[in-house]
């Protein structure tokens, strides 16, 4: 089974912190995203990567960046965190290519900015 | 624009039959996925259709129409255990495939009562 982990599943940051949030996946997938999750509203794409050290804007980068480094691991950074980005956090990974690639998720992050 | 519509909640009963609809107007398309998300849990992949048509996965099957910008999930035999969310994705074609980024409708909170 494929296993995505992510790093803290409850995470309580200040103002103005910068805040790493990190996953980690086990099946050598190439592609690997960040969404985050909020009522009413969804999934919402942050970043994504099809490839080490390769990174593509989502829908909502703003206040966001990203690094991947190593195949396995991509970490969300909130440089300077802000109230408006409490929200449940969930990365996924796939394999590349076409075809029915479904993406897994990790447990989620509920970060909460105070 | 991209767009994805789901009824925001739905009950049924335990031991029947529930259709969850959604339609989609989006750039492209490559294919429509749907995942399961219990309350406080990671969403877990339960069906893809890329192609017209029905496909069926034990008590769950999924339909698709590309024409009409449309797609449904059939659960038969409810159990109290398919009390969830479930949501509806499409695979944007906006780049070659190559990584699998998916478009999320806001999901379809069921309620299976005894």
């Known amino acids: 089974d494929v296993k995505v982990t992510q790093s803290s599943r409850y995470l309580v940051k200040r103002t103005g912190e910068k805040v790493f949030l990190e996953c980690v996946q086990d099946?050598?997938?190439?592609?690997m995203f960040w969404y985050r999750q909020d009522p009413g509203l969804g999934l919402r794409l942050i970043y994504f990567?099809?490839?080490?050290?390769?990174?593509e804007k989502g829908d909502i980068p703003e206040g966001y960046s990203v690094s991947r480094e190593k195949k396995e691991r991509f970490s969300l950074i909130l440089e300077s965190a802000s109230t408006n980005q409490t929200s449940m956090y969930l990365c996924?990974?796939?394999?590349?290519?076409?075809?029915?690639?479904?993406?897994?998720f990790g447990d989620g992050t509920r970060l909460s900015i105070l | 624009g991209q767009n994805i519509d789901q009824p925001t909640e739905m009950t049924a009963t335990e031991g029947a039959i529930v259709q969850i609809n959604c339609t989609y107007q989006?750039?492209?398309?490559?294919?429509l996925f749907w995942y399961q998300q219990h309350a406080g849990e990671a969403p877990t992949f339960l069906s893809y259709?890329?192609?017209?048509g029905l496909e069926e996965k034990g008590r769950f099957s999924s339909f698709l129409s590309r024409s009409k910008g449309y797609s449904y999930l059939l659960l038969k035999e409810l159990q109290m255990k398919d009390s969830a969310s479930y949501l509806c994705a499409v695979r944007d074609e906006g780049y070659g495939g190559a990584t699998n980024k998916l478009i999320f409708g806001t999901g379809t909170l069921l309620a299976v009562q005894p």
């Open positions: 099946m050598d997938h190439e592609n």
């Open positions: 989006t750039s492209g398309f490559n294919g």
């Open positions: 259709n890329v192609l017209d």
């Open positions: 990567s099809y490839d080490v050290k390769m990174k």
């Open positions: 996924a990974s796939s394999l590349g290519g076409e075809g029915n690639q479904p993406q897994h």
